[in-house]
């Protein structure tokens, strides 16, 4: 008990600063640069470029039930997903998609990753 109480006596108090960065902010900026990449490299190989936002917002229960996966190794809502997905899709087309996570906030390394990922 003695070494217990001898511990915490002698450790100094941390004091926790607000964040240097607004998430919300590098969210939108790193979105915006992902997509004028994507944009660039399919006009390079005379391609069109469109963005869906409605499916982008469909995509967001996936990208929170990934993050709870990988946190806690529980998932929910995975079959509504895909046939939410599946219903928004017209017919002939494809849809795919592939959870990947980055250490960093470099979006041409994020992109240069993605477009020579096995998928």
Avoid: W
């Amino acid at each position: 008990m003695e070494k217990i109480a001898s511990i915490k006596s002698s450790q100094t108090s941390i004091t926790l600063l607000p964040p240097k960065l607004d998430p919300f902010t590098e969210e939108d900026n790193i979105e915006r640069e992902l997509k004028a990449y994507l944009a660039d490299h399919r006009k390079s190989q005379g391609m069109t470029c469109k963005f869906d936002d409605k499916l982008a917002n469909m995509l967001l229960p996936a990208l929170a039930n990934y993050e709870l996966e990988r946190t806690t190794g529980s998932t929910f809502g995975q079959e509504e997903f895909q046939n939410a997905i599946k219903m928004y899709i017209p017919d002939n087309h494809t849809f795919k998609a592939f959870p990947i996570q980055f250490n960093h906030r470099r979006a041409k390394d994020m992109f240069d990753v993605l477009l020579h990922a096995p998928v």
